[in-house]
């Protein structure tokens, strides 16, 4: 038991950390949204409107907001569906080389979605686009136009697979196998088994996994921008972005549609969260619970096609038009026989990129933030997790609430009320990597505080008594007993924490400076100047060192999933 | 309302489960299969419920036959018409209790208002009729056990199969509920088959019992006989024979039987015994034996009580014999006034003993 005075100081230091981390980021979008200025920014003096929300009904941004709707439904839609159909192999069926369909599902979590959009838009766009010249050659009177309503939804709907797949592949495995035999035994054929036992088994599941999904993808920036800008198709998002960026800038305007956007999302969790609690079907008591699989016969091989079709375009087509990007040449394509001729390859560009002294700067930056994003999130979001879960500190409650705030704050908001933040606040962060380690540790805190939490849950408390009953203090006990138990967690967590934090682009767009940029911002900027094969280069680099670290990460992360 | 299985085969990889298992079950009687855990019991009524795939064998519900591997017949499991009551109920926790139980009936597509009558027949039947409209999720151990039971019977199978339904209830409810299973079978004529490792549970349901052991039956009779002469020492234990003494050697006298034990100690019994040569030991029931407070001159089975657990009914106690071996005695008579450190004489009539091949 520690004394009270210690108590609290340990309670205020973590609700004062937290505050600075996702709620004053909030408070200052709020303030900014009624008001005429900038908060802190000591230009004018600052006065009360509701001008910023009246202002905001206008044609545009019930377009924005319409667009929004069509490509996150739509996608959701797409995303819920693969991801449930590859889950759903993975955890019931013998499909072959179900290691292989387990990493097809996680895998595009690990994908930019920076380079992802991107790679599509060089891809399936114009009559230049890679797919379109292949379709030509090839006299299929088909042209493709990613850089529509249509293939914001496509790129959504393929990037966004691995959320439903997780949720649902957990969600299924759990299912007792004996539920399924019964139905079978009773009369039910295979198709009946999965309509009318299976799958509604899973329905809280699947219903979390498409609000999180839309949610995401209706917050969702760099997709809409990169395919919807060029075009002039608006989400909310890309509407605040540009309301911010614009010269003159809207700032309050963009602080108002943010909170807008906060509102909806705000909705949807809590929707999501009331949806998931109370309704778990688990019925496995890890007694006489043997894995039986699902003979899918002749079919097999028909779903491992589906897999590998998913995977080929998801990471396949993007990875071939990268290569070629890097390596090929001169603009101009004329046919599909150009697009692959080895005449027209070289290393140059991938050369220059890699001796390009800001290049070099923005693998260092990246790496250094998302290391340290890792390190101190995860040591923040175990002693909140270990606060809420085993300590009787007053104001507990209150913590796990703001831990949670993130959730409901689009990756805008978050990049805004941060910039904010540490313009009003008269430390010299603002400008310094700090500020981007800063913004990555707030955001990803749900995921992180939650991951640790759960891992804390399945360790029972007695453990730890016991090392304190032998004599241990609890620092101690925590130090001998509750972490080493925990490791796999949170070494999981933080290599889950490196990877999220290095493939960001949202919010450092709206918090890097001239020394800070990051890959992803490098990306996103030369894409706007049309340096494809610089981008092409570049985003190869970038994909190589998300999968290096990928691939690291897997033996932990495995136990995360 | 019969089934016969011949020749039934089933490995799992490299590992034999079954390896050639007959059964021939008549119109309303109640098989169990007992074994230790990994005997092929479970795999064995899989099979017949058609949730594996055998390797070899042919097996016939009512005279129909529903696996045949050499003829490649093989009736897909929703078609077999058997019931099944699993070791973890498996009632679908998002769906009512009656829609649990009209399952099987939906399936058959029976009409509705028919449907209704048999569903509700049927949970009255088990007692859960005020059940109905509740959701199974919030249902006791003992309820999903019945609602189980009804969902399987309401389809009117051809055969109930059991999967060690009363595994994973606390004792008392098993008393009980074991029972009530007895009862309902005599009464509904159920034609079953009952896997289970727990010999009480054998014993008090089974018209018939069938010992398995890697993946063979070792043994088959009524219970009694099972009791009373159990095959193989090895099958002994398995009835509750916690007293096995290997014999170094042994020989067959008039009517009985003479055996030297590891520690030098000549047993002597009636009944029969093996044939000449093989591999015994000296099997007895701790029920089957008494203890008296031994006198200075007393010889024999005599020895030091090292362990006394009262259970109730009966005592249980551990004697240890000067030579070391260790005697399990129950005795009803709860006031004997025997207590641990108390030197004994454990008293045996000839039929206790036995000689039994140990395999």
């Known amino acids: 038991m520690m004394l009270r005075p210690a108590r609290l100081a340990v309670m205020a230091l973590l609700l004062g950390v937290c505050a600075v981390l996702v709620l004053s980021p909030l408070l200052m979008t709020v303030m900014a949204s009624f008001s005429t200025t900038v908060p802190f920014s000591g230009g004018d003096a600052p006065r009360f409107t509701f001008g910023n929300y009246t202002a905001l009904f206008t044609p545009d941004l019930a377009a924005a907001t319409w667009n929004t709707l069509v490509v996150s439904v739509l996608g959701t839609i797409i995303a819920v569906t693969i991801g449930a159909i590859l889950a759903w192999l993975a955890a019931r069926t013998d499909i072959p080389c179900k290691p292989l369909v387990h990493l097809v599902g996680l895998m595009p979590l690990f994908v930019s979605l920076v380079v992802a959009s991107v790679t599509w838009s060089v891809l399936g766009s114009g009559r230049s686009g890679y797919l379109n010249i292949i379709l030509r050659s090839l006299d299929i009177p088909l042209q493709l136009e990613v850089r529509s309503l249509a293939g914001i939804t496509l790129v959504h709907g393929l990037y966004y697979v691995p959320y439903a797949y997780i949720m649902l592949f957990g969600a299924l495995s759990l299912v007792h196998p004996e539920l399924e035999q019964a139905a079978s035994v009773h009369g039910a054929r295979m198709s009946k088994v999965l309509l009318r036992i299976t799958f509604p088994l899973v329905r809280p599941a699947l219903l979390g996994a498409s609000l999180l999904t839309f949610v995401a993808m209706a917050e969702e920036f760099p997709v809409p921008a990169i395919l919807g800008g060029p075009v002039g198709i608006e989400t909310l998002s890309t509407r605040i972005f540009n309301l911010m960026t614009r010269v003159p800038g809207e700032p309050n305007q963009a602080a108002a549609v943010g909170i807008l956007l906060t509102a909806i999302v705000s909705v949807l969790v809590w929707l999501q969260r009331r949806l998931l609690k109370g309704r778990d079907f688990r019925t496995v008591t890890g007694k006489g619970m043997r894995p039986q699989l699902l003979p899918l016969g002749s079919f097999r091989w028909l779903a491992l096609g589906f897999v590998l079709l998913y995977a080929f375009i998801a990471l396949g087509l993007p990875i071939m038009a990268l290569v070629i990007g890097a390596l090929r040449q001169g603009m101009f394509i004329r046919d599909a026989a150009a697009l692959f001729d080895p005449a027209f390859f070289s290393l140059n560009a991938l050369r220059s990129v890699v001796t390009d002294p800001h290049v070099q700067q923005a693998v260092v930056n990246t790496l250094l933030t998302g290391t340290a994003a890792a390190v101190i999130g995860t040591t923040l979001y175990f002693i909140i997790a270990y606060v809420i879960a085993r300590t009787d500190l007053p104001g507990r409650q209150i913590l796990e609430y703001m831990a949670m705030v993130p959730l409901a704050l689009p990756a805008l908001v978050m990049g805004i009320g941060v910039l904010w933040t540490w313009l009003a606040i008269p430390l010299p962060i603002y400008g310094t990597l700090l500020v981007l380690i800063i913004a990555y540790t707030g955001r990803l805190m749900p995921q992180g505080v939650r991951a640790i939490s759960a891992s804390i849950a399945q360790i029972h408390d007695d453990l730890e008594h016991a090392a304190q009953v032998s004599g241990a203090t609890r620092p101690r006990a925590i130090r001998r007993i509750t972490l080493p138990l925990m490791r796999g967690a949170v070494v999981s967590s933080a290599f889950l924490t490196l990877i999220l934090a290095t493939r960001e682009l949202t919010s450092s767009l709206l918090l890097y400076t001239t020394n800070t940029r990051v890959l992803s911002v490098v990306i996103y900027e030369a894409y706007e100047q049309g340096l494809w094969s610089f981008v092409a280069s570049i985003s190869l680099i970038y994909t190589v060192l998300l999968l290096v670290l990928t691939l690291i990460g897997r033996r932990w992360m495995r136990t995360a999933f | ?359």
């Open chain 2, 1 to 359: 309302m019969s089934i016969n299985v011949t020749g039934l085969r089933k490995a799992f990889g490299g590992a034999t489960a079954v390896a050639g298992v007959d059964i021939a079950l008549p119109n309303g009687q109640m098989l169990v299969l007992l074994g230790p855990s990994g005997c092929g019991k479970t795999t064995t009524m899989r099979c017949i419920a058609g949730l594996e795939m055998p390797d070899a064998g042919i097996i016939s519900i009512d005279g129909v036959t529903v696996f045949d591997r050499a003829a490649s017949v093989v009736v897909p499991v929703h078609k077999r018409n058997v019931g099944m009551v699993f070791q973890s109920y498996a009632i679908w926790p998002h769906l009512t209790v009656f829609q649990n139980v009209a399952f099987p009936l939906e399936m058959q597509k029976i009409p509705s208002a028919d449907l209704k009558t048999r569903v509700m027949e049927m949970l009255e039947k088990v007692g859960l009729a005020d059940f109905a409209s509740r959701s199974s999720s919030a249902l006791s151990g003992g309820q999903m056990q019945r609602v189980a039971l009804a969902r399987s019977l309401v389809m009117r199978p051809s055969v109930l199969l059991f999967d060690e339904p009363l595994s994973n209830l606390d004792a008392r409810l098993r008393d009980r509920l074991r029972v009530q299973l007895r009862e309902l079978q005599a009464e509904l004529k159920i034609t079953g088959i009952y896997v289970t490792h727990d010999q009480q549970e054998a014993l008090a349901l089974a018209d018939r019992i069938m010992v398995m052991d890697h993946g063979l039956v070792r043994q088959s009779g009524t219970p009694v006989e099972l009791y009373a002469s159990p095959a193989t020492s090895a099958i002994a234990a398995f009835l509750g024979y916690s007293n096995i003494f290997p014999a170094e050697e042994w020989s067959a006298t008039d009517g009985g039987f003479t055996a030297r034990l590891a520690s030098g100690r000549v047993l002597a019994g009636s009944g029969e015994t093996p044939a000449a040569g093989a591999a015994a030991a000296v099997c007895v029931r701790p029920e089957d034996l008494a203890l008296r407070l031994a006198s200075p001159d007393d010889t024999g089975l005599v020895g030091e009580i090292t362990l006394a657990s009262f259970m109730g009914a009966f005592t249980l106690y551990r004697v240890r014999l000067p030579e070391g071996e260790i005697w399990e005695v129950i005795s009803h008579d709860v006031l004997s006034g025997l207590v641990v450190g108390s030197r004994v004489v454990i008293e045996a009539r000839p039929a206790a003993m036995k000689l039994l091949a140990t395999q």
